[in-house]
């Protein structure tokens, strides 16, 4: 028989999302099950951000190593050992893990369950022995890799970012299909490492992004030896003596490629199969789990967050969706979710990061906008340190509100978080043009950009008049 369990909420998933609302709700001493039938942690930790963060940081200091005679340090060409390379991204997993594991979320009080989960109800979760009746429910079970439905797919040894870090060996020439973020990040990375790499999209290489800043990142990963080739569809995959070999329809005629290994980066959808959604009411979406601005389900017991919600795939996302639910859940405040304060990243070299609207939203949504642009080449931190590729772009309405801000070039992932305050503290560009910032260093050209924004009162008339009235009192 099984054991019957009621408390106030039931997670289901361990990964970012799911374990911030069982902390977060076990602080308060509020009772909870978290229920993972896979590892702690989630994606990001054991096949996402951590390891493919891991794997970036290695395969840089490969690049700087190359790029060192630049500062008149001469190193030679960079020797990879492939397989200490994938240990120090499982040590760093390692490293991680104590603080995602069920060890320590049982010292929290959290009644961890290993198991499959399935609601047989409406209020009713069967996960291994136990029946668990909750007040509220939390879906949190993550996403996985689209697999598109191209011919021969399916019968060749084909990569994901779940596989990818398990490899022994470098790729003589790894193929990737898809090109956003995490294709691009993983074709650099593999590229700096030794590999030779070629990537396909069948629309426009890093395609949410603005294209002015994604036309940067684009030059450099072109200028480091990686083919990209953009508007490329798949007809069929083959598998070949050597690898695998693509065959490919693009704008100008057939193209074929062949590698040796090959990596599908082709987005996510959320995982949702198995966990008997239909018997608690809850709708599915092409994406994931349907939810409204408060990421209630239409089972007003159950939230959906994170990548399983289908909208915003992030772990800063799924940490801001854990505190939204959780002010409602514990404290019956109102929260609403607004994607415009919620950053992005790509960690390229240069990076790519954006919070808010671009140029085309914010014209729709406000009317005339103001474009704020300031170059990396006229920082002088940049100038030191040779990363002059980049600029920031800001997008403003005409009365100095910021309603948008990217960034390209180096730190750029580290110098959104300023902006995103900005966004989410509805600040002005008159309390950027305040701030004091340390020189030399980035972020100076975010204050940089704000104060052309007040470059042409200086050469107003009626400026000027008062200031030449002013000075005859001394």
Known sequence: MATVLSPDICVIGAGSAGLSVAAGAAAFGVPVVLIE??????????????????????????????????????????????????????????????????ER????????????????????????????????????TGSSTVIPPIPGLADVD?????????LKSLPRHLLIIGAGPVGLEMAQAHRRLGAEVTVVDMGKALSKEDPELADIVLGQLRDEGISIFEHCRV???????????????????????????????????????????????????????????????????????????????????ASYHASLVLREILFRLPARENRDIVPRATFTDPEIAFVGLDEQEARRRYGPVEILRWPYAENDRAQAEHNTAGLIKVVTTRRGKVVGAGIVGKGAAEMIGLWSLVMSSRLRLSDMREAILPYPTMTEIGKRAVIAYYTPLTRKPFVRAIIRLLRRFG
């Open 105 to 140: 979320f049982t010292a929290m009080g959290v009644k961890v369950i290993r198991a499959d989960a399935r609601f047989t109800g409406r209020d009713t979760v069967a996960a291994g022995e136990y029946v668990i009746r909750a007040r509220r429910f939390v879906i949190a």
């Open 158 to 166: 084909y990569l994901t970012n779940e596989t990818l870090f398990d």
């Open 235 to 317: 007809l069929s995959v083959e598998k070949m003596a050597a690898g695998t070999r693509l065959n490919c329809e693009t704008q100008t005629g057939p193209l074929n490629l062949e590698g040796s290994a090959l990596l599908v980066a082709t987005g996510k959808k959320g995982n949702t199969s198995g966990l008997g959604l239909e018997a608690a009411g809850i709708a599915v979406t092409a994406t994931g789990i349907a939810v409204d601005r408060s990421l209630r389900t239409q089972n007003r017991r159950v939230y959906a967050i994170g990548d399983a919600a289908g909208g915003l795939q992030f772990t800063h996302a």
């Open 37 to 102: 039938r896979g590892q702690m942690g989630g994606e990001c930790l054991n096949t996402g951000c951590v390891p493919s963060k891991a794997l970036i940081a290695a395969a840089k200091h490969a690049h700087a190593v190359r790029k060192a005679a630049e500062f008149g340090v001469i190193a030679g060409a960079p020797v990879i050992d492939f397989e200490k390379v994938q240990a120090h991204v499982r040590a760093v997993i390692d490293a991680i893990a104590p603080h995602d594991s069920a």
